[in-house]
C-alpha cells in the first residue's frame, strides 16, 4: 500500500509541473483548429514533450549527470551548457513574470468581489508584497519541493474543479438546446499559427524533468517512465475535456481565456480563488530550477565526480540570495511592464523550443544514440522555432491577448486597471 500512495504522489507531482495556466485558452485554440485538428495537435504534442523528456532522463542515466546543465556540458562543451542556461534562465523568468501577473489581476478581482469597490494601485501593489513575503517566498526557499505532494494536490485539484464546471456547464447547454452544431468546426488549418506557440508549451516541463526523477526515491527507471507516461496521459484527457467542454457552449465566440465567457457566480469565484492558490503552491517548481540555472552560470559549483551540483547543495547564503532576487524582481516586473504578454510570447517561443525539443534530442544522439525518434524531435523544435518566430506578432495582437480573466465581472469604472493575460508562457 505504501508503494501505491508513493505511486500516486509521484504521478501526482508530474502532473503539476506539465499543467499551467495556458489550460485556459485550449477552448479558444478549438475553436481556432477546431475539434479534430485540435485534438491531433494536442495529442500530438504531448507525445514529443514526453518522447523528448524519456530522452533526457535516459541521456542522464547514460552519462551520469543528474542536471541538464550537466548532459549539456558533457555533450556540446561550454558552449552547450551556456545555451542551456540562458534559454532555461529566460524560459522560467518570463513564467515567474506571467505568475505574477496572473496574480495582480486575481487579487484585483477578488478584493473587488469582498469589497464592491476597485482596487487601487498602491493597495494592489501591497497586497501582492504581502502575498509575496507571507507565501510564495517562504514556499520558494525549501530546497526540495517535491516530497511535499500536498502542494501539487491543490493545483490538481483546481484543474479538476474547472473541468467539472465546464463540463456541467457544456451538458446544461446540450439539453437547453443551446448548443449550435452549425457553428463547430471540426478542422481549420488557418488556426495554426495562432495556437501553435500554445500547443507546444502545454507540456513544457524540461526544466523539472531531471530535478523530479532523481527525487523519485527508491522508484527504478521503469516505474519512473511509468509515472510520466501516466501523467502525461491523463493530462492529455483534462487537457481535451476542458477544450471541448468549453468550446462547444461558446463555438460563435470564444474568449481566449474561458473563464472569461463563465457567468459570474460563486462557483466562479471559487475557481479564481483556488487558482489563486494553486499558483502560489506552484511557484517553488518554477524558482526550483531557475535558482539552479542561475547558479551554474555565475558560480559553476561543480563536484569531483563531474557532476554538476544540484540547488540543495548550494551555500545557503547563495540560495537565499538568489532566490529572493527572483521572487522580487520577477514580481516587479510583473507590475510594472505594461506589455508583459511581449516578453512572454518571446520567451515562451524561442527558448521553450531550444528547452523542450532541440536541445534534448541533440543532447541525446551525441551522449547516448542518434534514433529516427530523436531526429524528428529535432527537426520539428527547429520547424517550431521558426513557425512560432515569425508569428510572433500575429500571436500578440490576436484576440487571445485581449481577453483578461476580470472582463467578465469587472464594472465600467474600473476598466482603466491594467489588465494582463493569462494565456502565454509555459
Known sequence: MP????????????????????????????QQCGVVLGSFLLISSSWLAHSSSVMLIEAAISAKCKTYFGLAQASYGTAGKLVVEISMIGLLLGTCIAIFASLEDLVAILFLKLTGSPI????????????????????????????????????IVFYIFLTLVLVINCLISALSGGLILEKVHLWHWSGIPTCLPILTTLFCSHPLVLPIYFNFHG???????????????????????VGLSGYLPYAGSVPGNILAALSPSLVTDGIRAIFLMSLTSNFPLVILPCRQAINMLLFEDKKEDGIFSVSGEMTFHRHVIITVLIIYCTMIMGVLVPNVQIVLAVTGTTMGSIICFICPSAIYAKLHKDTFRGRIILGVGIVFLFIRTSSMSDFTTSELLLQPVRKSIVAEGTRGIKLTNMTAGP
Open 120 to 155: 487601487t494601485t498602491w493597495q494592489l501593489f501591497l497586497l501582492l508584497v504581502a502575498i509575496t513575503t507571507v507565501s510564495v517566498l517562504p514556499l520558494s526557499l525549501q530546497k526540495k519541493v517535491f516530497n511535499s505532494a500536498w502542494q501539487s494536490l491543490i493545483s
Open 3 to 30: 508503494m501505491y500512495w508513493k505511486g500516486i504522489s509521484s504521478t501526482i507531482t508530474v502532473m503539476n509541473s506539465i499543467l499551467g495556466v495556458s489550460v485556459l485558452t485550449l477552448p479558444f485554440c478549438y
Open 219 to 241: 522508484q527504478t527507471e521503469d516505474e519512473a517512465n511509468a509515472v510520466y507516461k501516466q501523467a502525461s496521459i491523463t493530462v492529455v484527457v483534462f487537457y481535451i475535456m
